[in-house]
Structures are given as structure tokens and as C-alpha cells.
């Protein structure tokens, strides 16, 4: 078996997950189940306060952990960032988060794992323009290039990354990312590529990597406000 992919069952207060083997693998995608608010310590629905008693039960959202009425905790989604089997129960506040997350795992991240080709430009001579395949890699931990020689990225060591438009035609130009490889700061500038499907595919392959960045940025944000 992969080491990288394995995989394993486990089962949680809120269903069953299958998870990385080795935590060391995680994909960076892929947050792990908040901690419950005690149900002692609430009186009332965290949305509408409701008052809960005898008719009005308590519910955790998945994804959150706080606790609702069943009225604003009734939807079950599939929760794709935690790594849920089956759908589970997300309030309100949630549930458009976990739409937009569940559109990246359906397609932006089936595009990103296809890849795409670019050109790619020189250092060494600016006028001569090579092309590369880029894509994501099985573990979703890094960026992998074929045709030209360029060591893989670690996607959590990304920094920045900034979609250029082109001035004429508002059409998606090229793609410029910084990333760090020890305390080094390097760059990176992806041209699309000419001709009607690799150009296609390019532009839908910037806007997904732009999507994977985005998300975990917003993840690193969220863990700073929890701590």
C-alpha cells in the first residue's frame, strides 16, 4: 500500500470519516472536527435564542460545534473538509461555507489533480518560452512539474498568488505565486498557453489553484482566531 494515500475508518461522536493514516500525509485541504460546545453550558438556539427545553432539543452542527434548535440546525450536507462518509447535520451560519467548500472538492479539485500545460519563461533567456504540465499531486500536498525542471511545491509554503489579466482582452493572462523553501522566498510566473483547449484548460486551472489558495489561507485564518 501508497504510505502517501493510505487511508483508515475511524468513527467520531459525529459519524464515520476516512482519514490519512499517517497525519504526517494530511491534505492540506482537509480541517479537522471542531471541539463541541457542553451541552450544560447552553441555555438557548446560538442563532435565533430560542430557549431550549422539554420540545426543543439540542443539536451540534458538524462543522461548527456550537449548538441550534433543530430549525436552524435541520440541513445535512456532505462534509467533504472533514472527511465525512455520509451527510451530517450543519446549521445556517454554516451552510453556505460548506457549499462553496463542496464546490471545490467536486470540481475545482478534480482540475488541479488533471493539471495543465503553460509556458513557462526562462530566467536565463527571457525570450525563450518552454512548456510545462502543472498539476496537484495525489496527497494534494504538492504542486508537480513535468517538461521542465523545477522542484515541486509544497502547497502550504505558498504565499501568495496573483491572477494577471490581460489589459486588451480582460481574458486571464498568466499566473505569478511566491512560495517558501526553507526561509527562501521564491517566485514563479505560469503563462497561458496558446491554442483553444490548452487555453481553456489553463485559465479553468488558475481559477482552481486560486480557489486551493483561498481556502487555505482562510484556514490558517480561522486556526490564529480559535487560538
Known amino acids: 500500500m501508497d504510505v502517501f494515500n493510505a487511508k483508515k475508518l475511524i468513527r467520531s461522536k459525529s459519524g464515520l470519516r476516512i482519514v490519512a493514516t499517517n497525519e504526517e500525509f494530511i491534505s492540506p485541504f482537509v480541517v479537522q472536527e471542531p471541539i463541541w460546545v457542553p451541552d450544560k453550558e447552553i441555555t ?27 430549525c436552524c440546525c435541520e440541513t445535512k450536507m456532505e462534509l467533504q473538509r472533514m472527511c465525512f462518509i455520509d451527510p451530517v447535520r450543519i446549521c445556517l451560519n454554516c451552510e453556505p461555507q460548506t457549499r462553496a467548500e463542496n ?11 488533471n493539471g495543465a500545460v503553460f509556458k513557462y519563461e526562462s530566467k536565463i533567456d527571457s525570450s525563450n518560452y518552454q512548456l510545462l504540465h502543472c498539476k496537484l499531486s495525489q496527497d494534494h500536498r504538492y504542486l508537480l512539474f513535468d517538461g521542465v525542471k523545477i522542484a515541486p511545491v509544497d502547497v502550504n ?26 526561509n527562501e522566498k521564491k517566485s514563479l510566473k505560469l503563462d497561458i498557453a496558446c491554442g483553444a483547449q490548452v487555453e481553456k484548460a489553463g485559465i479553468n486551472w488558475l481559477t482552481a489553484i486560486e480557489e486551493a489558495f483561498r481556502l487555505i489561507e482562510h484556514s490558517g485564518k480561522q486556526e490564529k482566531c480559535d487560538d
Open 44 to 70: 438557548h438556539c446560538t442563532h435565533c435564542m430560542v430557549r431550549f427545553g422539554f420540545t426543543t432539543r439540542k443539536h451540534h452542527c458538524r462543522r461548527c460545534g456550537k449548538i441550534f434548535c433543530s
Open 103 to 113: 464546490l471545490f472538492f467536486d470540481k475545482h479539485l478534480k482540475l488541479l489533480l
Open 157 to 182: 509554503q505558498i504565499v501568495s498568488i496573483v491572477i494577471k489579466k490581460d489589459e486588451l482582452n480582460d481574458g486571464v493572462k498568466s499566473l505569478l505565486m511566491e512560495y517558501l523553501v526553507g
